[in-house]
């Protein structure tokens, strides 16, 4: 078994003063192992709360979610979490974070020494995680997560507070840490772009509570070409579920 | 940058202008001292001019001479060993309670819930209001006033260290959930210092607090220490000594706290 996501008729609600709210509905989804799946939509339409669930840190919800055939009932080292905060703890320094889930052994520091050459940074095992950029700090969190090795990593916005530069780096590298880990990744993201550019498929999560509206398949080669039309096909195809689509005057198109 | 420095920064809308660093030190420290000394110069001035009773309120000089005899005769010296023996040792003892207490309160409901009720009616009770029964159960002699100190320092530290442990932030809770981290490796790495920032500002208002207590404790039931050397000066008529152990217990607080809060920055340093 190597890392399959499958979601069965889920339907998440909270209970809050106000009452009960819906936030997602009718969620089926099947992953097969080893790939890289996006999950697109508007804040609060419940992208986070999917994670959780496939994290095991939600465990209140109608459905099954399960990971290789296993109903997910409580978090475990198979399923890395990377949330949108770092959450690096900031009384460990860099290589004690991102050694912070392994068991404590002989090949503990040479596991550390390998991840944080994997994520690039290597020369600031020392540094503290307030002494970092958001995009390192980002790279740490990663490489914490990887550092158990798990079957699927589950990604909750991990690059939305950096800036459109960084973004790209971080795509790169979180693409080649998938081709050399082989491990499953389930991203959240309200960047289509980042989504085409690094999944197979994109989930299209969208109303209240959140509905999968559409699955969009993104069967092009890699390394991807942002600017191609193919890639902008698929782009413009996710679009028209968030944005009515003007019409461009008719004495403008060819 | 510092909080405070942040803070003028704000005020005067632009950074501090650069100082050159001797300059910058020498001008902080002039300003530092500058309201003492010019108290202390009118103080002696009137005092010279004979504007202030000297049995009501001594001159500096005096009280300087008096402080530079019984320095001599070391009984100045041996007063406040006797004292901060009986701080460092009260608080210790306070510190150590408090903080086991705190750290099991804080992690077992079961255990909060059960004593709740206890602490909440303890603490407001004033250490002072604890003197006559610690001198009824203990006598005037060297536990009573360790009893005193305990009482005074335990609270402010047992009340931070369940509340910093308390507020640990969820999200790291969360962490650790998701990596599957035992539970005792939890509390050590994440609970404790996540609290300690909080559990250590608890630690120097205990330390405060010991040091008033101290000088309480001794005021009332003792044959030495500092608080002893108040009530003997006020006894035989001698201001010049009460006030000379009043500022005593001033400096030394003081500098018994700046100690801690070196020690705050130094732990601290995330
Ligand atoms: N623990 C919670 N209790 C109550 N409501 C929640 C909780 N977590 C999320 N919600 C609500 O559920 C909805 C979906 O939240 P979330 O999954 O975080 O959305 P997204 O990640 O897509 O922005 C939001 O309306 C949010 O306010
Ligand atoms: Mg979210």
């Known amino acids: 078994m190597n890392g399959q996501v499958a979601v069965e008729n889920l339907n998440k609600r909270f209970f809050s003063d106000s009452g009960p709210l819906e936030v997602l509905s009718q969620i089926n989804i099947n992953i097969s192992g080893g790939e890289f799946i996006s999950l697109v939509g508007h804040s609060g339409c419940g992208k986070s709360t999917l994670l959780r669930i496939l994290a095991g840190l939600e465990t209140e919800y109608e459905g099954v979610a399960r990971l290789d055939g296993q109903p997910i009932l409580k978090p475990s080292l198979e399923k890395g979490f990377v949330f949108q905060d770092h959450r690096l703890f900031p009384w460990l320094t860099v290589a004690e974070n991102i050694g912070y889930g392994l068991p404590k052994g002989r090949d503990k520091a040479a596991r550390v020494a390998e991840l944080i050459e994997l994520v690039g940074l290597t020369g600031f095992e020392k540094h503290r995680p307030s002494q970092l950029s958001g995009g390192m700090a980002q790279r740490a969190a990663i490489a914490r997560a990887l550092g158990t090795s798990p079957k699927v990593l589950l990604l909750d916005e991990p690059f939305g507070a950096l800036d459109a530069m960084t973004r790209i780096t971080m795509q790169e590298e979180i693409l080649k840490i998938w081709e050399k880990e082989k491990v499953t990744v389930v991203l959240v993201t309200h960047d289509i772009d980042e989504a085409v550019y690094l999944s197979n498929e994109v989930l299209v999560i969208a109303?209240?509570?959140?509905?999968?509206?559409?699955?969009?398949?993104?069967?092009?080669?890699?390394?991807?070409?942002?600017?191609?039309?193919d890639f902008n096909h698929i782009k413009r195809k996710i679009y028209r579920y968030f944005f009515t689509e003007v019409e461009p005057p008719f004495a403008f198109s060819i | 940058m510092s909080g405070k420095a942040v803070l003028a920064t704000l005020k005067s809308g632009a950074p501090p202008a650069p100082l050159t660093f001797l300059g910058g030190r020498a001008r902080a420290l002039a300003q530092y001292l500058a309201l003492p000394a010019a108290g202390l110069a009118i103080w002696q001035t009137a005092s010279t001019l004979g504007y202030i009773a000297p049995y009501a309120l001594p001159s500096p000089w005096l009280i300087l001479r008096t402080g530079v005899e019984s320095v001599a005769d070391f009984s100045l010296p041996r007063d406040i060993l006797v004292s901060v023996g009986r701080v460092v040792g009260g608080f210790i003892l306070a510190a150590l309670t408090a903080l086991a207490l705190g750290i099991v309160t804080a992690l077992s409901t079961r255990f909060e819930t059960y004593t709740r009720c206890l602490f909440q009616v303890?603490?407001?009770i004033p250490p002072i209001a604890w003197i006559p029964i610690a001198i009824l159960w203990l006598g005037i002699g060297e536990s009573s006033k360790l009893f005193i100190i305990f009482i005074g320092a335990f609270f402010p530290v047992f009340i931070n260290t369940v509340s910093g442990i308390r507020h640990i932030d969820p999200r790291y809770v969360e962490v650790a959930r998701v990596l599957e981290i035992p539970y005792g490796k939890f509390v050590k790495t994440v609970v404790l210092p996540g609290a300690l920032p909080v559990i250590l500002s608890g630690l120097r208002i205990g330390l405060n607090n010991a040091w008033i207590c101290v000088v309480a404790a001794e005021m009332i039931a003792a044959t030495s220490g500092i608080g002893y050397l108040l009530m003997d000066g006020r006894q035989l008529a001698q201001p010049d000594k009460v006030i000379l152990a009043m500022l005593v217990v001033g400096v030394i607080g003081k500098i018994t706290d700046d100690l801690v809060a070196r020690l705050e920055t130094g732990l601290v340093r995330w």
Do not use: A
Request: charged fraction near 30%; hydrophobic fraction near 25%.
């Open chain 2, 122 to 124: 303890l603490k407001p």
């Open chain 1, 207 to 229: 109303g209240r509570p959140g509905q999968i509206v559409s699955r969009v398949e993104v069967s092009l080669g890699r390394p991807r070409d942002r600017l191609s039309s």
